[in-house]
């Protein structure tokens, strides 16, 4: 079946300092979809970014990720982190199975906590 | 705009005793339904997720039922509750045919 892995469970980071949050995939669909939500203390997990076509980079909120179908990979960056980036994100796949499932496999969730 | 609900907030429960978890979302019609697990240390893992009204599918065996009863309801129950069944539990709402799926705030349930 379809599985993510986020690598780190816990990053913590000096503001200002880069951030890299790993994900890697698999899965057998090759119209797979990649997302990374953010959950901050006390909200909904809301969407950050969604994949676009191999090797296209999609931004949102200064936050950065490109999928590599080759490497099956979707990691997360940003070039400077910010106090209030302090939340924990999950990567997850969907598979894009028709059927009406839109089922999403998350990885464990990574907590990224930026310290002054 | 849509907005999704979800209730209790929290819920503190005895083993072998009855759970009901509500999720409602406002705001969009015929909306794709899900529930989502995520025990203490595990990950988010689908439950369950419905198309549309009266029609729930079960994708992992939990002791755990859920049901639409109305296009914009989404409940999940059981008559005996597990230590197990602990966690959160998270709704989620899609478009018919989109990938993209919206979360509610959650329930944090724990069963003693």
């Known amino acids: 079946g379809d599985s993510v892995t986020q690598k780190e469970g816990l990053v913590t980071l000096t503001e200002g300092l880069p951030v890299m949050l790993n994900c890697t995939y698999q899965t057998i669909y090759s119209n797979a979809f990649l997302f990374w939500y953010v959950h901050y203390l006390n909200e909904s997990p809301r969407l950050l970014l969604k994949?676009?076509?191999?090797?296209k980079r999609t931004e949102h909120q200064g936050f950065h990720a490109t999928l590599h179908k080759s490497s099956s990979s979707f990691h997360l960056q940003k070039s400077s982190a910010q106090l209030s980036d302090s939340a924990l994100y999950y990567c997850a796949l969907s598979d894009g199975a028709t059927g009406g499932n839109n089922k999403l496999t998350f990885g464990q969730g990574t907590v990224l906590s930026v310290i002054p | 705009a849509q907005t999704i609900h979800q209730w209790p907030v929290a819920e503190i429960k005895a083993v072998g005793s009855p759970l009901s978890l509500g999720c409602t979302i406002k705001g969009k019609s015929s909306p794709n339904l899900y529930w989502y697990w995520q025990a203490t240390g595990g990950t988010l893992q689908q439950l369950f997720y419905s198309i549309t009204v009266g029609q729930v599918e079960s994708v992992v065996q939990l002791n755990l039922s859920a049901s639409r009863p109305k296009d914009d309801q989404f409940i999940l129950s059981t008559e005996k509750l597990l230590l197990s069944h602990s966690g959160f539990y998270l709704c989620?709402?899609?478009?018919?045919?989109?990938?993209?799926?919206?979360f509610g705030p959650g329930t944090r349930l724990l069963v003693l």
């Open positions: 994949s676009s076509t191999d090797n």
């Open positions: 989620a709402w899609s478009h018919t045919g989109e990938d993209t799926q919206y």
